[in-house]
């Protein structure tokens, strides 16, 4: 079994960067794919960001030119760094991996960006 830790989450003013990471543990060779999705409050979980164990990416729409996921996901964590952090960026952000078909979540960051 996959077992992920996210952390880096925090209050930012808007146009500032944060930096997010997720650590697996346990059968991480098994995994696929890992990457992030939100939370807004009265939203749907949303796509931030994702990358295969071969380095492809994938980003949301709102968030294409301003984050960015890195990491070797079957040696490390995946870091997603996060620039010009707008208002609209806040929600509970969680960590997620594909594993054996499976999704496994972790148990979320919460990302406020105010002023």
């Known amino acids: 079994q996959v077992q992920l830790l996210e952390s880096g989450g925090g209050l930012v003013q808007p146009g500032e960067s944060l930096r997010l990471s997720c650590s697996a543990s346990?059968?991480?060779?098994?995994?696929?794919?890992m990457g992030w999705y939100r939370q807004a409050p009265g939203k749907e979980r949303e796509l931030v960001a994702s990358?295969?164990?071969?380095?492809?990416?994938n980003y949301g729409d709102t968030v294409k030119g301003r984050f960015i996921i890195s990491g070797d996901i079957a040696r490390g964590p995946a870091v997603l760094l996060m620039n010009s952090l707008e208002p609209e960026d806040t929600a509970v952000y969680y960590c997620?991996?594909?594993?054996?078909?499976?999704?496994?979540w972790g148990k979320g960051t919460l990302v406020t960006v105010s002023s």
């Open positions: 997620h991996a594909v594993a054996l078909y499976r999704n496994v």
């Open positions: 346990g059968s991480i060779f098994s995994i696929g794919v």
């Open positions: 990358i295969t164990s071969s380095g492809a990416t």
